[in-house]
């Protein structure tokens, strides 16, 4: 079963860094397409960042320049370097994979997304 933990959120001042990571399990056998969104207080969960299983990476234009996603094949994390942090980063992240491959047991159905439940940011002024 896919299973997805966050982890590393939590509060620090405008202009600094926090990296969040997500624990996939399982994850070196599938491939699976990886992203981080947010959602703000009150807001839409939006996209922030994504990394496919041949390394392409995109990234929201609000956070280009200042996040970095990246994949820890030893540890099977998908972390997220989030760096000049401001105010309105403030949200519940979430991690998400789709299965791109085919379906099997260890990775679900072809086509599936799986979403962790979230660590908290806050970022103050």
């Known amino acids: 079963q896919v299973q997805l933990v966050e982890s590393g959120g939590g509060s620090v001042q405008a202009g600094g860094s926090l990296s969040l990571s997500c624990a996939v399990s399982?994850?070196?056998?599938?491939?699976?397409?990886m992203s981080w969104f947010r959602q703000p207080p009150g807001q839409e969960r939006e996209f922030v960042s994504g990394?496919?299983?041949?390394?392409?990476?995109n990234y929201a234009d609000s956070v280009k320049g200042r996040f970095a996603i990246s994949r820890d094949n030893a540890k099977n994390t998908i972390d997220l370097q989030m760096n000049s942090l401001k105010p309105e980063d403030t949200a519940m992240y979430y991690c998400?994979?789709?299965?791109?491959?085919?379906?099997?047991?260890?990775?679900?159905?072809?086509?599936?997304?799986?979403w962790g439940k979230g660590t908290l940011v806050t970022i103050s002024s």
């Open positions: 399982p994850y070196t056998f599938c491939r699976f397409v």
């Open positions: 998400k994979a789709v299965n791109r491959g085919i379906g099997s047991r260890y990775c679900g159905p072809a086509g599936k997304d799986y």
């Open positions: 990394l496919s299983f041949d390394g392409r990476t």
